[in-house]
C-alpha cells in the first residue's frame, strides 16, 4: 500500500510540474509574438514623418526590444539614436541612447565600446544632476571594467 501512496504522490507532482512547464512556453510563445508586433509597430512609426525627438525614443525602444534577440539590429538602432540625439542636443535622449548602446555592447560581449558609452552616459548623467542615473552608470562602469579585467 506504502508504494501505490509514493507512486500516486508522484505522479501528482509530474502532472504540477507538466502544467507549469505548459504555462510557461505559452506565456514565452506570447512574449516573443507581443516583441514582434511591437518591432513591426516601432518600425512603421519610423517610416513616418516624425520629430528628431521622437524618431530618437522610438530608435531606442527598437534597440531595446532587440536586445536579447538580434544584437547587431539593436547596436544598429542604438548607434543611429546615439547620432540623432546628438543632433538634437537633448542630454536626457543623449544619456538613453548612450545607455542603450552600452548595453547592447555588453550583451555582444564588447566591453570596451560598451564602457565608452556608458563613461558618455556617466558624463551626461552628472550634467543633469541625475543621481539615480549617475549611480547606475557608475555601477554599469564597475562592471565592465570587471569583464574587461581591469
Not at 18 to 30: D, N
Not at 87 to 105: G, H, R
Request: charge should be negative.
Amino acid at each position: 500500500m506504502r508504494i501505490l501512496e509514493i507512486n500516486f504522490c508522484f505522479v501528482k507532482k509530474s502532472k504540477s510540474i507538466a502544467v507549469i512547464i505548459i504555462i510557461l512556453f505559452q506565456a514565452v510563445l506570447s512574449f516573443g509574438q507581443e516583441n514582434n508586433n511591437l518591432i513591426d509597430s516601432l518600425e512603421k512609426e519610423l517610416s513616418k514623418d516624425i520629430l528628431d525627438t521622437t524618431r530618437v525614443r522610438v530608435l531606442i525602444r527598437l534597440a531595446d526590444a532587440y536586445t536579447f534577440t538580434d544584437f547587431q539590429k539593436s547596436i544598429q538602432y542604438a548607434k543611429e539614436a546615439t547620432t540623432l540625439a546628438i543632433k538634437t542636443e537633448n542630454p536626457t535622449l543623449k544619456y538613453s541612447a548612450n545607455q542603450q548602446l552600452a548595453l547592447s555592447y555588453s550583451l555582444e560581449g564588447d566591453y570596451t565600446s560598451a564602457l565608452k558609452y556608458e563613461t558618455l552616459s556617466l558624463q551626461l548623467a552628472f550634467l543633469l544632476n541625475d543621481s539615480t542615473n549617475i549611480g547606475l552608470s557608475h555601477s554599469n562602469v564597475g562592471n565592465y571594467y570587471y569583464e574587461i579585467g581591469e
